[in-house]
């Protein structure tokens, strides 16, 4: 795998990505006690299988997206685009923030 700044020519193979994924398992949060004591604990549960989209992309918003970004970077295979990450630097702190992050396997 690479991961290189994207380029124009990214785009339409990027909104083309398979961005579902499956909703049968998840992790549900069980709270204990009250503030400022509580306790949190993470559990993994099933119920239905189904799928849901990550997040649609097309090319205008990809295009919109590099232009806005403060990093914009794709994942490639066999020289084909697999993923993305994007990242925005707000001015209220001296961290990014990642936006998107996605990896087709």
């Known amino acids: 795998m690479i991961v290189r700044p994207v380029s124009p020519g990214d785009f339409a193979p990027l909104a083309r990505l398979d961005l579902r994924y499956p909703t049968a398992r998840y992790l549900h949060i069980e709270r ?4 400022p004591q509580m306790t949190f604990r993470l559990v993994w549960r099933t ?3 189904g799928e ?3 997040a649609q992309y097309d090319q205008e918003w ?3 997206a ?3 970004a403060d990093f914009f970077a794709v994942a490639e295979v066999d020289a084909k ?6 990242a925005v630097l707000p001015g209220w702190t001296n961290a990014a ?6 990896l087709e396997l």
């Open 32 to 35: 204990a006690g009250s503030p």
């Open 47 to 49: 119920r239905g299988s």
């Open 52 to 54: 849901r989209a990550y």
């Open 62 to 64: 990809l295009r919109g």
């Open 66 to 68: 590099a232009a806005r």
């Open 81 to 86: 685009p697999v993923g993305l990450a994007i």
């Open 97 to 102: 923030e990642i936006t998107d992050l996605l």
